[in-house]
């Protein structure tokens, strides 16, 4: 793969690095085993038929589960870029207030950590509000967009028109939490769009919302003929504002093959306990005595006290 990494951002010293994960599953994030089942479908399709060409986009990255998952499809001379502020300031103060309650946690380091467990590079790391993206992005340029940053309605309807301009023909747009209780701010804006903006819905899932700014159908008749049959998830066709959509949902599919950790994990290392030693019996009343007048007596003597004990005992 031929792509543009930047250098991972260094942090001080007292700092301790966080542990790299020893497997996809340690990865923290939200990412579940329908959709990561839904990304391998059309990503591989993408690779197969090389209907849509293009790079890869995420707006969003928290940990990197997705991320990590998404550069397994990556071409030769294909880009991979993330945005997310990560651990910047954020721009508004409603933003700020968002990124300090839903992500506490997350660092650039972190992403960082997590991603080069899998991958020997980094994709292309833009830290800075997604509203960055028209200028920083190629327009024209993605085959495939995945948008799981702000929750806030005025940053998504920026982040929707950011991935109209970045799409390339034929290009997959997915949007996470389109329907959560916790964010309509992100439903307002992508039904929105889908009423009113020209963004075709292909199909959804229970958590994310697969989508195109070109003719759904070439998508839709072809997921259809892979999702006949096919055990672990169930379908069924919908029409909204006058046009077909796919929903799917979970009956027990398993997750595709996770990447690998580059490196074989850790053995734990084994703890050898030394035996106890058991302490020495205690000596039998009189023995010690006994013991010395052995040594250092001689026989007559040493037989005349232990009659006249004996007497006394």
Request: net charge negative.
């Amino acid at each position: 793969m031929s792509h543009v990494s930047q250098a991972p951002v260094t942090t001080p010293d007292t700092e301790p690095a966080p542990p790299a994960p020893r497997s996809f599953d340690e990865v923290k994030g939200w990412f579940s085993a329908y959709d990561q089942v839904l990304f391998d479908w059309f990503l591989t399709r993408q690779n197969d038929t090389g209907e849509a060409k293009g790079d890869l986009l995420e707006l969003g990255a928290f940990m990197g589960k997705s991320a990590i998952f998404l550069a397994k499809y990556l071409r030769e001379g294909e880009e991979f870029t993330v945005v997310d502020l990560f651990d910047s300031p954020a721009p508004d103060g409603d933003n700020l207030e968002e990124v300090r309650d839903s992500y506490p946690t997350l660092t650039r380091r972190g992403f960082e950590t997590n991603y080069l467990a899998f991958h020997e590079e980094l994709p292309t790391v833009i830290q800075a509000p997604t509203s960055v993206v028209p200028d920083r992005v190629r327009h024209g340029s993605c085959r495939f967009v995945h948008i799981d940053a702000s929750h806030l309605h005025e940053h998504v309807v920026t982040d929707i028109a950011s991935s109209k301009a970045v799409a390339a023909p034929g290009a997959v747009v997915v949007f996470d939490d389109y329907r959560s209780e916790h964010c309509p701010g992100v439903a307002a804006a992508v039904w929105e769009a889908v009423a009113v903006g020209g963004l075709r819905v292909i199909a959804v899932s229970a958590s994310k919302l697969y989508a195109t700014w070109d003719d759904p159908e070439p998508h839709q008749k072809a997921l259809l003929g892979w999702l006949d049959g096919r055990a672990g998830l169930w379908h069924g066709v919908d029409t909204v504002c006058g046009r077909p959509l796919v929903r799917i949902g979970d009956h027990g599919v398993a997750a595709p093959s996770a990447p690998e950790p580059l490196h074989a994990p850790a053995e734990p290392a084994v703890v050898v306990t030394p035996p106890v030693a058991k302490p020495a019996p205690r000596p039998a009343p009189g023995a010690a005595w006994r013991a010395v007048a052995k040594d250092v007596l001689p026989p007559v003597l040493t037989r005349a006290i232990v009659t006249a004990r004996r007497r006394r005992g």
